[in-house]
C-alpha cells in the first residue's frame, strides 16, 4: 500500500515548481535592469527581456502605431463624430467669448502687429457704434459750417435755413456713405501690415467711448456669435480633415513614439504594467501551478504503471 506523501509530495511539488518558474518568468521580463557579469563570464539572459530589446520594443511600437492605430483614416473617421464638431465649437466658443469680452483697449495696449486691423475696422464701419460717432461727427461739421441766426440774412442763407431738417435727413446718411465708402476704398488699398492710421482711428474711438468692449464695438448679437463660432468650428474640422496626413508626416508618429518608450524609466515601466496586468498575472501563475500539480500527478500515475 502507497503512502499518502506518494499521491500528494510530486503534485505539491510541481505546482510549487510551477508557480514559481512563471513568477521568475515575469520578472524577466523587467529585470535586472543592466547585464550581469560573475567573474567576467555574461550571465545569460541580462538585463531582463524588455530592458535589452528596448530600442526593437519601442521600434516596433511605433511602426504599429503608425500603420493601424494613428492614421489618416481614423483620425478622419473620428473628426467626423457630431460630438468631435460640438467640442470644438465650444472650445472657439470659450475662447472667442473671452476675446470679444476684453475692451478695445486691451488691444491697443501691446504692440499687436498680428492683429487683422483691415478686417476689425470693416466690421467696425459697418456697425451700429460707428454709424452713430460719424453721424455726430458730421452733425458737428454741419453745425459749423450751417449760418448762424447772427449769420447774413442773405437768400441763400434763409433757404437753407429753413431746409436744415432736409439736409440733416438727406446730407448727413448721403455724407455717412461717402465716407465709409471712402475708408472701404482706403482700406482695400492699404497694404496689411501699415496699421497705423487704422491704429489711431481705434485709439480715437476708444477715447471717445471709454471702456466699450469687442463685442460691443463689433456690434455682435448673439445670433451673429453663435453663427461666428460655427463657421470657425467648421474651419477648424475642414482645415484639420484636409491637412491630417500632412500633419501626421510632420510629427513623424513613429519617431515620437518610439523616442517617448526609450525615455521611459524602466521601474516605472514594470509598475505601470504591472499595476495594469495584476489580475491577469496572478491567473499566469495560478496555471502555472495548475499545470506544475498535473505534471507531478502525471508522475505518480506513470510510476504506479511501471512500477
Request: proline fraction near 5%.
Amino acid at each position: 500500500m502507497t503512502s499518502p506523501l506518494f499521491w500528494i509530495l510530486p503534485p505539491l511539488i510541481g505546482a510549487f515548481i510551477g508557480y514559481v518558474t512563471n513568477l521568475v518568468a515575469i520578472k524577466m521580463l523587467f529585470r535586472p535592469l543592466q547585464a550581469v557579469h560573475i567573474f567576467g563570464i555574461h550571465l545569460p539572459f541580462t538585463p531582463g527581456i524588455l530592458p535589452k530589446e528596448r530600442g526593437k520594443l519601442a521600434e516596433n511600437i511605433g511602426d504599429m502605431v503608425e500603420r493601424e492605430l494613428l492614421t489618416a483614416g481614423v483620425l478622419r473617421e473620428r473628426l467626423a463624430k457630431p460630438e468631435v464638431r460640438e467640442n470644438i465649437q465650444t472650445a472657439i466658443s470659450a475662447y472667442t467669448d473671452t476675446l470679444v469680452s476684453r475692451p478695445l483697449s486691451y488691444w491697443l495696449s501691446e504692440d499687436r502687429s498680428t492683429l487683422p486691423v483691415s478686417g476689425l475696422l470693416k466690421d467696425f464701419v459697418n456697425s451700429e457704434v460707428f454709424n452713430s460717432f460719424l453721424e455726430e461727427v458730421i452733425k458737428e461739421w454741419a453745425a459749423k459750417k450751417m449760418p448762424s441766426s447772427r449769420s447774413s440774412d442773405d437768400p441763400f442763407s434763409l433757404w437753407l435755413k429753413s431746409r436744415a431738417r432736409d439736409v440733416s435727413s438727406i446730407f448727413i446718411p448721403a455724407a455717412r456713405d461717402i465716407i465709409k465708402s471712402s475708408i472701404f476704398s482706403e482700406i482695400k488699398k492699404s497694404h496689411p501690415g501699415e496699421a497705423s492710421l487704422y491704429k489711431q482711428s481705434l485709439e480715437n474711438i476708444v477715447k471717445k467711448y471709454p471702456g466699450i468692449t469687442l463685442r460691443e464695438f463689433l456690434s455682435m448679437s448673439n445670433a451673429k456669435k453663435d453663427e461666428t463660432d460655427s463657421f470657425l468650428a467648421h474651419k477648424t474640422q475642414k482645415t484639420l480633415n484636409d491637412n491630417i496626413e500632412h500633419a501626421l508626416a510632420s510629427v513623424n508618429i513613429k519617431a515620437l513614439v518610439s523616442d517617448r518608450i526609450n525615455s521611459l524609466d524602466m521601474i516605472k515601466v514594470e509598475k505601470i504594467v504591472l499595476g495594469v496586468m495584476a489580475g491577469q498575472l496572478k491567473w499566469i501563475n495560478f496555471f502555472g501551478a495548475v499545470l506544475g500539480a498535473l505534471i507531478g500527478f502525471s508522475q505518480v500515475i506513470l510510476s504506479l504503471l511501471t512500477g
